[in-house]
Structure formats: C-alpha cells, structure tokens
C-alpha cells in the first residue's frame, strides 16, 4: 500500500461547480500537511497549507481527519483556470523525517 | 520571493554520457532535494541534503551521485545515463527541519536520454 494515496482523476467539471478531491495516509507519525498544485510541463506551486481545525483561502478550502487518516480539499465556483494537477504532500516525523507527495489528482474546468 | 533555479531546462544526452544537473537557490535554505517525476508514479526522492556536504539518499539514489560545496548549490550527476533515466527532474529547496516549512521547486530539467 501506497504511504499517501490520491484518486488520480481526472475530475471533469464545468465552469463554477463545487469539486472535492481527497488523499489517504497511513501512517499515523504523519504531522504537517500541504496541498500543492501543478499546470502541465510546470514546477509544483504550495497552494495551501492545511490545519486540524481546518482553513480556508478564498474559494479553497483544506480539511485534516486524523481519525480517519485523510486530507481533502474543496473547490467552490470552480474557475477555468483551477485546471491543474493537485499534489497532496506529508510530512513524517518517526525516525527520521520523510516527505511524501501523492501522485496527483488532475483536474479539468471545462467552460 | 524565493528563486530555485535549474540552469538546464531540456537536455537530449547519449547513453553512457556524464549528465551534470545544476541546481542554485537564493533564499539560504539549508535543506536541498533532488526529484524526478515520471507519469503514474509522481514525485520520487533521489537525493536530499540538510547541511553543506551532507547528503542522504533518498527512494531511488541508484545511477546518480550528488554533490554540495556551497550551501546554494546542489548538484545532481547522472555518472552513466541511461534511457530509463529520461525523465523530469526537480529540485527542491527548504528551511532547517521540515515542520511546517514551504518546499519550494525549480522549474525542472526535461532530461532525454537516447
């Protein structure tokens, strides 16, 4: 089993809908938490950030389950150009600190 | 703003050439990484170091070797390419300690190897 897991997409959606997209870890020594973004052929771009209580940065939106060990980020009013790949990315601290980037999750606005 | 800069954007090579990936960031991070990153398999971790000289392997360190004199330098060799070593390559850069602190990416090196 993968040590963080995404849907790979890709997500279809029209112009202005709402999408939410997840990623799954495994370990539970997992402490920081990050959603990055990519464009085609480009280098990945922090987007946010994502707390325990939750944050919010505009019309995106991160989410932490500890519990359930999951990450999620939601896009509302979804825009042409929030076509992009969506990199979810964790931090370990067990032995030795480890960053893990998940594979992506592509998705695609379509007018 | 932060600069991680890869000198080579795209380089077509020859199996069994010296590949020398270039790598300088401004900002006087400590942490530096070395990725590659393929379709279907994302990010993988070739190389990272957290000090001048030090140097840990990452998932994959088989086929290359890295290199860091200065602390805004990182380099990646490839000592003897080889095809299955075409691929995207991405540098990295961080502060000291990885809680909470922004990894910032050059714009990558388009490696082909022929």
């Known amino acids: 089993r993968k040590e963080v897991e995404q849907d790979p997409g890709p997500f279809n959606v029209p112009e202005g809908a709402t999408v939410a997209f997840n990623c799954t870890y495994s370990n539970s020594a997992s402490q920081s938490f990050f959603w990055y973004r990519q464009d085609c052929r480009k280098e990945p771009k922090l987007l946010m950030s994502?707390?325990?209580s939750g944050n919010e940065d505009g019309r995106f939106t991160a989410q932490l389950n500890r519990a359930s060990q999951y990450i999620s980020l939601l896009i509302r009013d979804s825009k042409l150009s929030d076509s992009a790949t969506y990199l979810c990315?964790?931090?370990?601290?067990?032995?030795?600190?480890?960053?893990?980037f998940g594979s992506g999750t592509r998705l695609s606005i379509r007018p | 703003d932060v600069k991680v800069t890869q000198s080579s954007r795209y380089l077509v090579k020859r199996t069994g050439e010296k590949v020398f990936l270039e790598c300088v960031q401004d900002m006087d991070h400590e942490n530096m990484f070395w990725y590659r990153q393929d379709p279907g398999l994302g990010l993988r971790l070739i190389y990272f170091s957290y000090d001048v000289k030090m140097k840990e392997k990452g998932d994959i360190p088989e086929g290359y070797s890295v290199s860091r004199e200065k602390k805004e330098r990182f380099s990646l060799i490839l000592e003897s390419a080889s095809t299955n070593q075409t691929s995207m390559y991405l540098c990295a850069s961080s502060l000291a300690g990885l809680s909470g602190n922004t990894i910032y990416f050059g714009e990558g090196s388009w490696l082909t190897v022929v």
């Open positions: 994502v707390y325990s």
């Open positions: 990315v964790v931090i370990l601290y067990s032995s030795a600190s480890k960053i893990i």
